[in-house]
């Protein structure tokens, strides 16, 4: 799928043992965070926004690596939830050369960010300031990553959803003002037939 942005912040990623359970802890986003997407635009992240998508299955993954997964919801060894603050990420490290790799990684402080990737289902835009706003109010969400890189690569595809949603919002307004031309065209012809009837009727009194 290549319509998948992947985002992500120096957010801090926590680590905690327990016997031999190991813990990564952080947050992959953070509610209503301005960030401006390579001076095109600013982002947001609505308050809610993956409630649906916490719903399905979501990997953790070392730097959006499909092939080293280290987390995965369905098997619980991922837990994401919605709070006050943004989306809160718990990761259980598996006894692997990744999950041992991270760990290590991760207390040294080499890996301190936390990313993630998603599409927009629903979003809003802003044109009105300097920069346009992007408002992102749900989306899906296929994945979040520890990584050493917690920048906004994918600003190409970023871009596109800019280009996207004001061609959407053209259409939208050369469809409201074709539906009102049409339906002002409706009403003249109404307008039209009254008085043609109207004119019929007065005619026909006048004969008599």
């Known amino acids: ?42 982002e947001r992240i609505a308050p809610g926004a993956f409630t649906k998508a916490l719903r399905g299955d979501i990997l953790a993954l070392v730097n959006h690596d499909t092939g080293r997964v280290v ?44 990313s993630f990737s998603f599409r927009a289902t629903k979003q809003e835009w802003d044109d009105t300031g300097d920069l346009p706003h992007r408002t992102v109010i749900e989306a899906e969400l296929f994945e979040v990553t520890a990584t050493p890189i917690p920048a906004y690569p994918d600003t190409s595809l970023a871009l596109r959803s800019l280009e996207a949603a004001r061609t959407e919002a053209r259409t939208a307004e050369y469809r409201k003002a074709e539906n009102k031309a049409a339906a002002e065209r409706r009403i003249a012809g109404k307008r039209a037939a009254m008085e043609q009837t109207f004119r019929g009727i007065t005619a026909g009194r006048h004969a008599s």
């Open 1 to 42: 799928m290549t319509d998948i942005e992947k985002r992500g912040g120096a957010l801090g990623v926590e680590f905690r043992a327990e016997s031999d359970k190991r813990t990564l802890t952080g947050y992959a986003v953070v509610w209503d965070s301005d960030t401006t997407i390579s001076d095109y635009f600013v």
């Open 71 to 114: 987390g995965r919801t369905r098997s619980g060894t991922l837990r994401l939830a919605e709070d006050s603050r943004g989306l809160k990420v718990e990761i259980d490290i598996p006894d692997t050369t990744d999950g041992n790799d991270l760990w290590t990684l991760v207390e040294r402080g080499d890996v301190s960010g936390m």
